[in-house]
């Protein structure tokens, strides 16, 4: 599907599935980096981890008023042992998410290659 839309020159269309994929891609990203936050970070708040994680990943592809938005947002987030509750069930959500992040990560930078490879992601705003 997305060599079709690259081909009929409709891929960089908002209504795209490629435009879809790319910024799944990039809100996994985000979601990866949140969790590893959240591992390697015991001490920061939910804010702080989403904020580092937002710079560090989708914060580049967002102007001003996208990101002035996840800033406002992030006034809303949950607070950290609530959220790790919800998330975490019954099972150990520290092994849980360090198994999500290094299975998921890999396919995520397959996903970040194949787009490179048909021009639809270099990595940088765009």
Known sequence: MVRVEI?????????????GLLWLT????????LFRNLL???????T???????????KKFHG???SS???VAMKLAPDRTKFMDVIGGTGDINL???K???????????????LASVGMDDLKAS
């Open 64 to 66: 001003w008023i996208a």
């Open 100 to 114: 999500f992040c290094t299975n998921f990560s890999p396919l995520l930078e397959e996903n970040h290659k194949f």
């Open 7 to 19: 081909e009929a020159k409709t891929a960089k269309a908002s209504s795209s599935c490629t435009n």
């Open 96 to 98: 849980d998410i360090e």
């Open 26 to 33: 990039r809100a996994m990203d985000f979601l990866v980096e």
């Open 40 to 46: 390697e970070h015991q001490d920061w708040t939910m």
């Open 69 to 71: 938005a996840f800033t």
């Open 48 to 58: 702080q981890a989403c904020m580092d994680s937002y710079s560090k990943t989708l």
